[in-house]
């Protein structure tokens, strides 16, 4: 499995346009809609409209790098440290990671 | 196969509509069905690139009628079929136990094999994706045929689909990640990148 880092130059998001392929081990059974036409056609030529569809708005500088997982290999997004988080501990960070920001679809939360 | 899998920048299937707090199936059948898939997969009358072939053959009006775990059925009922299992006492198959499910999904099935010849490319090289039509399965991605990109990684060799769905072994191949230019696959007007990983015999070198 590759680890895909997000930083403030390069958002990473995980599709598979030929079937269904997902980190299963790390992440479970993949949401329908990860399966589904709309996304599967739509992430590698709209990246930006997907992002805006799941509530994300990327700043013009940060470039999207889209990964299609054609063959065997595996992706995993780990989302970028959101502001204020030094003094949380690794539950509490933990809390403000979603399903959909280790895809790409979204940004990890943000600290309370 | 130039099937309805293929679907990578096509248009007008909708918005995407995740859905809040999504259940893990929808209803009883669709948590049968996947366990229908997995326990016929240990029967090995068929490998993993057999059983996507089975669903990319499903002809593309039907194929965007169902849901996905409808595909699989479908292409579970065509492998079947095909093989004259459908008769209960065809063939005495091995049985999964439930009480081994567990311990057979966290072992997954690694792809890495060595092949019988060095790899032609390497990172950094410019490569350029054959103009290839297969009747048969492929896991290149219609919309990367002719697109130039840059080898980023490499992953050694691992069972090709293209051989491996249609019983003429693993026939090992090289495979390698590619990043393209959003601009020169798709007309983007901004950096963007995407990657795909691609075997060998659908790269040339540039």
Known sequence: ?112 | VNGPQDMGGMMGFGPIAPEANEPLFHAPWERRALAISLAMGVTHQWNIDMSRHAREKIPPALYWSLSYYEIWMEGLKRLLTERGLFDAGAKKLPVLEASNVASVLAKGSPYIRNAATDPLLKIGDRVKVRNLHREGHTRLPGYLRGATGEIIRYHRAHVFPDAHAHGNGENPRHLYTLRFKSRDVFGADNDDELQADLFEPYLEAK
């Open chain 1, 1 to 112: 499995m590759v680890a895909l880092f997000n930083t403030p130059e390069t958002h990473n998001m995980v599709v598979c346009t030929l079937c269904s392929c997902y980190p299963w081990p790390v992440l479970g059974l993949p949401p329908v809609w990860y399966k589904s036409p709309p996304y599967r056609s739509r992430a590698v030529i709209d990246p930006r409209g997907v992002l805006t569809e799941f509530g994300v708005t990327l700043p013009e500088k940060t470039k999207v790098s889209v990964w299609d997982s054609t063959a065997e290999i595996r992706y995993l997004v780990i989302p970028m440290r959101p502001a204020n988080t030094e003094g949380l501990s690794e539950d509490e960070l933990a809390g403000l990671i979603s399903r959909d920001s280790m895809i790409g679809t979204r940004l990890a939360g943000k600290a309370a």
